[in-house]
C-alpha cells in the first residue's frame, strides 16, 4: 500500500503560478511512475503530467511549455509547478502512483486548485 498526501492547492488569479507537492509513505521503486490528473466539475479526470524514477515525463498539451513536473526520489515527493494558470485549470488535481508492471493505481485524496479573479 501507498498513501499519498497533497497539499499547495488554492486560490491565484488568472496568470499566476502555484506549486503542488505530493509526499508519499514509503519509498517507491523505479517500476512507479508518479503523476498529477484532474477533474474539474463535470468532467472526467484527466492526465496532466506523469513522471518516470529515471526522470522521463510526458504532459498533456494543454498545459505544455506551462506545467513542469519533478520529483524527490530521496524524499518520495513528486511536484507539480503550475505557471501561467488559466480559468481553466481549475479542478481537483489529485496525486497519482502507477505501478508499471502490475498497472494498480495509487491515489492521493485531491487538492482543489481555483483560478479566478
Known amino acids: 500500500q501507498v498513501q499519498l498526501v497533497e497539499s499547495g492547492g488554492g486560490l491565484v488569479q488568472p496568470g499566476g503560478s502555484l506549486r503542488l507537492s505530493c509526499a508519499a509513505s514509503r519509498s517507491l521503486s523505479r517500476i512507479y511512475a508518479l503523476g498529477w490528473f484532474r477533474q474539474a466539475p463535470g468532467k472526467q479526470r484527466e492526465l496532466v503530467a506523469r513522471?518516470?524514477?529515471?526522470?522521463?515525463?510526458n504532459y498533456a498539451d494543454s498545459v505544455k511549455g506551462r506545467f513542469t513536473i519533478s520529483r524527490d526520489n530521496a524524499e518520495n515527493t513528486v511536484f507539480l509547478q503550475m505557471n501561467s494558470l488559466k480559468p481553466e485549470d481549475t479542478a481537483v488535481y489529485f496525486c497519482?502512483?502507477?505501478?508499471?508492471?502490475?498497472?494498480?493505481?495509487?491515489w492521493g485524496q485531491g487538492t482543489q486548485v481555483t483560478v479566478s479573479s
Open positions: 497519482n502512483a502507477h505501478n508499471l508492471v502490475s498497472t494498480v493505481d495509487y
Open positions: 513522471i518516470t524514477m529515471g526522470g522521463s515525463t
